[in-house]
Nanobody, 126 residues
């Protein structure tokens, strides 16, 4: 059984930092692309960042470029999201998701991902 477990969320003041982790079990992550999504209350889930299986390619939503960094450690079967200079509008539940080969043609669409974590709350207070 494949499980993705996010951790590292919490409450931080605006301008602060958090590092989210997404650990996979039941499957070797190294062949999968992984995305981080977020969903704020009353809003649709949106992609934040994505990393290819080899970490050779990354994507960031415009709203987080220059502040967030996605990375992976395939030896640990874990993907990370380093979030710096957090803003109140970054407040949301953050989810990681795995895109298995053959990879989706629409990487910003949540429907292209096969496995999801349960989410972790990130709150940046003003």
């Amino acid at each position: 059984q494949v499980q993705l477990v996010e951790s590292g969320g919490g409450l931080v003041q605006a301008g602060g930092s958090l590092r989210l982790s997404c650990a996979a079990s039941g499957r070797t992550f190294s062949n999968d692309a992984v995305g981080w999504f977020r969903q704020a209350p009353g809003k649709e889930r949106e992609v934040v960042a994505r990393i290819s299986w080899s970490a050779g390619s990354t994507y960031y939503a415009e709203a987080v470029k220059g502040r967030f960094t996605i990375s992976r450690d395939n030896a640990k079967n874990t993907v990370y999201l380093q979030m710096n200079s957090l803003k109140p509008k970054d407040t949301a539940v953050y989810y990681c998701a795995a895109d298995l080969p053959p990879f989706t043609m629409f990487p910003r669409n949540q429907r292209g991902y096969e496995y999801w974590g349960q989410g972790t709350q990130v709150t940046a207070s003003s």
